[in-house]
């Protein structure tokens, strides 16, 4: 219990020291913001584990496919799926997937970003397959990107003859590591706006000033300008060298950022709990009881009298027991710290559970001061 609590103590303590950020690390350039591409594709070369004849449209993309590459297939769209049906055309080997991928910004064609494939129709593992030719389209319909290749699928799963299952990961989506290709330029204003806007990942007026003061400290005063807490502007060359080479200097210049609002992130699935050091409460007594109820349940069999007749049958005693541990109530004063409340709650021997239960109350009660996310 209190190793847990000292390097949560320790870590938590240690963000104290102040240290100077780059720019870089705490901005991103409105212009090179990235776009998701889409696309509907076939994985083909499964081991069986496509989507069968029971998927209409993966018989149709198949169809539609084999026409186009010159394989006449005459007659509707049912023969086909007929045909698959009886083994004439074998489309357990095939599944539809889509076919998802993050255009990075500035990124210009001939290069190569990754994609990630995931089956929508009743495949049950994508492991082996080979996605055919497919395109990526942005938001506005255009097509930014194609994508091919042999997937690499780390989830498995496998049955035995004897109906044992066992699934590892998620075995219906994969990843093709630089399996597409970019075939066209996302217009962005880097090289005709006449100022550059920089966006501070983290919304802060503290952090937002302090970078226009450093880089007008440097550059001149009006070079750069706080719109808001976010967003930065920045008067930078008109000629493309001299303004990569002039966003080169800014990005690299340090920065003390201010410090973030105060906040408990509670994950209660895991009973982790992180506490900024800026966390205050105001006076608040609290006391923790845990109350345990058992049930405990033996099965008897009842035999008949001998002289009353009857059968013999089974009878099922229960006995409940609830009990509610003593537990000491401490208090925190007013303005206490963080090193205050962990060595309260250590005091009375408090799991990260009850820890969450605690804060969850005097949250609730108004006495802590900071925001509190439970994820």
């Known amino acids: 219990m209190k190793s847990w609590l000292s390097l949560f103590l320790a870590l938590s303590l240690s963000s104290g020291s102040v240290f100077a950020d780059r720019i870089k690390d705490l901005t991103s350039v409105a212009a090179q913001r990235s776009n998701q591409l889409i696309g509907y594709g076939l994985v083909v070369g499964l081991a069986g584990t496509g989507d069968g004849a029971d998927v209409s449209f993966t018989a149709q993309s198949m169809k539609t496919l084999l026409n186009r590459l010159g394989v006449s297939l005459e007659g509707p769209l049912s023969d086909f799926e007929t045909a698959a049906s009886t083994g004439k055309v074998d489309i357990k080997n095939t ?34 397959g080979t996605l055919l030719l497919t395109s990526l389209r942005g938001v506005d319909g255009e097509i930014y990107a194609i994508s091919q290749g042999s997937l690499a699928a780390t989830g498995i799963d496998a049955t035995a003859s004897a109906g044992s299952k066992v699934v590892i990961g998620v075995p219906t989506a994969a990843r093709i590591p630089q399996g597409a290709t ?10 005709k706006a006449e100022r550059v806007v920089l966006n501070v990942r983290d919304s802060d007026f503290t952090t937002t000033t302090a ?83 058992s049930v405990a349940v033996t099965n008897e069999v009842s035999q008949p009298n001998a002289f009353s007749g009857g059968t013999t049958a089974a009878v099922q005693n229960a006995d409940v027991a609830v009990s509610e541990p003593n537990k000491p109530m401490f208090m925190f004063n007013p303005g206490v710290d963080l090193r205050q409340i962990v060595d309260a709650v250590n005091q009375v021997g408090a799991t990260p559970s009850a820890l969450i239960a605690i804060l969850e109350a005097l949250k609730s009660a108004g006495s802590l001061r900071a925001d509190l996310l439970v994820i």
């Not at 290069?111 to 990630?116: L, N, Y």
């Not at 970019?182 to 090289?191: G, Q, S």
């Open 211 to 293: 970078i226009v003061n450093v880089v007008n400290s440097r550059f001149g005063p009006d070079v750069a300008r706080a719109m808001d807490a976010v967003t930065i502007t920045l008067q930078a060359p008109q000629d493309l060298t001299q303004r990569v080479a002039f966003m080169s200097m800014v990005e690299n210049m340090d920065v003390m950022p201010g410090e973030p609002s105060a906040r408990v992130v509670v994950n209660a699935r895991t009973g982790t709990v992180v506490i900024s050091r800026n966390v205050r409460v105001t006076a608040a007594a609290v006391s923790h009881g845990t109350i345990s109820v």
């Open 182 to 191: 970019v075939e066209r330029i996302v217009d962005n204003p880097f090289d």
């Open 95 to 128: 599944a539809a997937v889509m076919v998802t991928a993050e255009l990075p910004g500035f990124a210009k064609p001939g290069q190569k970003i990754d994609v990630t494939v995931s089956a929508i129709g009743k495949a049950s593992n994508l492991r082996g």
